[in-house]
């Protein structure tokens, strides 16, 4: 135990050597005595949010929560609780494979095919979810850009 702890607390000066060392370095590499900034914080800094600032964590989840997407998710995770709960799980792969029909958004589809294979693999039945799984990647690749 002692050992583990002794382990532990050398790690954690390890770290925050690390840190001490690095922050002078950014410091000093502005003449204004300012810490620099990489281009993709700058960038993110300057997303606009409420007031010219950027969006805060609140407001992110607000705006996930009204994102349809997250919904229609949210909303299949509480049907197949349900099919759960009243023991009615053989049900749900067919659930969504009715999603699966009517709907063509990427992510939504691919939520879909991730719940089916967990699905269907709780049984023991492998194969089927390696086929289920390899649908969804067949359909993902195609969607691929080309390089």
Not at 8 to 23: F, K, N, T, Y
Not at 85 to 109: F, H, K, M, S, W
Request: net charge positive; proline share 7%; glycine share 6%.
């Amino acid at each position: 135990m002692s050992r583990l702890m002794l382990t532990l607390a050398s790690s954690a000066a390890l770290a925050i050597a690390a840190l001490a060392v690095h922050v002078p370095s950014t410091m000093a590499a502005t003449p204004t005595g300012t810490p620099a900034t990489s281009t993709a914080q700058t960038a993110t800094d300057a997303a606009p949010g409420r007031g010219g600032h950027r969006k805060g964590r609140g407001e992110r989840l607000v705006a996930l929560k009204n994102n349809p997407v997250f919904q229609t998710m949210r909303n299949l995770r509480e049907l197949e609780r349900l099919y759960l709960i009243d023991g009615r799980a053989q049900e749900i792969p067919a659930l969504y494979r009715d999603v699966l029909a009517r709907t063509q958004n990427p992510a939504v589809r691919q939520f879909a095919f991730n719940r089916i294979a967990r699905n269907e693999l709780k049984p023991g039945d492998a194969d089927q979810a390696i086929a289920t799984l390899r649908q969804s990647l067949d359909e993902s690749l195609q969607r691929l850009p080309p390089q």
